[in-house]
């Protein structure tokens, strides 16, 4: 059964940084990539920063320059470093990690999300 521990959320100050860190059960190169969302009240969840399991990263744009994904694989963690946060981004984020199964469809698993707050 995959599970997905997120921790690092919190309250920050406009301009500071925060890391987000998603610990999987397994290996995280069983997952065919490992992202992070964020979704606020009442709105769809969006993609913030994925990784591939070959290493390939996007961005949504609204963050590139100031968000970076990385990961151990030793560690089966996969990392968002956040810097130069805005109050904008106050936000939950969630670690999402998938599987594309024999169909083609995806596998999708979600982390519980953690809660970051950047104030004025």
């Known amino acids: 059964q995959v599970q997905l521990v997120e921790s690092g959320g919190g309250l920050v100050q406009a301009g500071g940084s925060l890391r987000l860190s998603c610990a999987a059960s397994?290996?995280?190169?069983?997952?065919?990539?490992v992202g992070w969302y964020r979704q606020g009240p009442g709105k769809q969840r969006e993609l913030v920063a994925a990784?591939?399991?070959?290493?390939?990263?996007n961005y949504a744009d609204s963050v590139k320059g100031r968000f970076t994904i990385s990961r151990d694989n030793a560690k089966n963690t996969v990392y968002l470093q956040m810097n130069s946060l805005k109050p904008e981004d106050t936000v939950v984020y969630y670690c999402?990690?998938?599987?594309?199964?024999?169909?083609?469809?995806?596998?999708?698993?979600w982390g519980q999300g953690t809660q970051v707050t950047v104030s004025l």
């Open positions: 990784i591939t399991r070959g290493g390939s990263t």
């Open positions: 999402n990690a998938r599987k594309f199964n024999s169909m083609f469809s995806p596998d999708d698993y």
């Open positions: 397994g290996s995280i190169l069983s997952f065919n990539a």
